[in-house]
């Protein structure tokens, strides 16, 4: 039983590991694009070439939406079963201490891997979403750059009003905020119900 355990166990750390590397890999290749699109628009304003500063931006907007409408469920299960996990590893070791240093090595392992799969995720997504809003500001500020083409740039900025930006569910955008919300909430929790386990003994 204690090998089923941690066979399950190794499985699903794989599985949940991958999928926070990918999720990572895809974050930083969209906040690569967004970087490289706002220091190519310097050079584009000067050229007065506002169509393919938008073209450009539109491509990499839709990429990031199709990031998020297909991978926001998945990262935000990932990012729930990680808390849930990192939350009973570390309840298991600060209450129930064991002698057996393999089973402490175990917990630790657990600790680390589910931390290093959270930063993983929340990190570099938040990166990407901000790096997505100083993009959306080089748009806005189009219309003071090229005079002569505001009317066309002020229509479709209120056309293109809509925030895209990289979730958990389309519940939570993820940013840096969040991450310190999320080790906030478990630490509230490991609090309480340490609260109640030490009341009942």
Known sequence: MDVFCVAS?????????SFAGYY???????????????LKSKT??????Y???????????QAM??????????????VLCNMFGLFFIIYNFVFYPSDDIE?????????????????????????????SNVARNTIKSLPGFLPQYRKILKMYIQRHSEIISLTLWNIYVIDESLVISAFGTLLTYGFFIGSIKIAKE
């Open 24 to 38: 990572c890999y895809v974050c930083i290749c969209i906040k690569i694009c967004f970087a490289k699109f706002v």
């Open 51 to 61: 169509k393919k500063i938008l073209g450009i931006h539109d491509e990499i907007s």
């Open 65 to 78: 939406a199709l990031a998020n409408k297909f991978l926001s469920y998945p990262a935000f299960v990932t």
């Open 9 to 17: 166990a190794t499985v699903l750390c794989g599985i949940g590991g």
């Open 103 to 131: 089973a402490c090595l175990l917990l630790i392992y657990g600790i680390i891997q589910n931390v290093t799969a959270l930063l993983l995720m929340l990190i570099p997504a938040a990166g990407c979403n901000r790096a």
């Open 44 to 49: 584009l304003i000067s050229q007065c070439d």
